[in-house]
């Protein structure tokens, strides 16, 4: 069960080809990219919510004195 042959890769590279064809692929890694992107703002907002949080609770305090 060792590595696989270069013809195992090649077959494997035309079927990949035959079913998503030649323009998809682009598309495809495009939109995994803009997923990425999306994932990695959500959790900068995620890390900076708290900090205003926290700020909007202290002025809420201080309104309340």
């Not at 994932?39 to 900076?48: E, L, N, P, Q, R």
Request: hydrophobic share 45%; aromatic share 8%.
């Amino acid at each position: 069960m060792g590595s696989f042959s270069m013809w195992h890769w090649l077959i494997v590279l035309a079927i990949v080809l035959l079913l998503f064809g030649r323009g998809k692929i682009p598309e495809l890694m495009g939109d995994v990219a803009k997923g990425i992107k999306s994932f990695k703002k959500g959790m900068s907002d995620d890390d900076a919510a708290p900090s205003e949080q926290a700020k909007t609770v202290e002025h809420k305090a201080d309104d309340n004195k």
